[in-house]
């Protein structure tokens, strides 16, 4: 297991086997989480909400015309379903590591 020192501003160098095995590259952003026992790293990927916004809703008029069966206020309501689950689970997430 490899060992890496603590620099200024609490610095840390990531082994480059590490780095090249989880293709993580300069300028990545990465989630850290205490454990009990000592952290955890992993990668993540950062969306520009205007973008994922116009993915969702270009996504979301694709499953319309797939969905042309469907009464379109039925479809809306279970969307609508859909994003108020999401945006709790996300809530919630954020509270239990706001809570840690």
């Not at 300028?27 to 790293?41: K, P």
């Amino acid at each position: 297991m490899p060992l890496v020192k603590v620099i200024r501003n609490g610095q840390i160098t990531i082994p480059k086997e590490i780095r090249r095995s989880m293709n993580i590259q300069d300028g990545d952003f990465l989630e850290i989480e205490r454990l009990n026992s000592g952290l955890l790293i992993k990668p993540k990927v950062v969306v520009d909400r205007d973008e994922a916004a116009r993915k969702f809703f270009k996504q979301v008029s694709q499953m319309r015309k797939n969905a042309k069966k469907f009464d379109s206020e039925e479809v809306d309501e279970i969307l609508a379903e859909a994003v108020q689950v999401a945006k709790e689970a996300t809530r919630k997430k954020r509270k239990s590591k706001a809570d840690a």
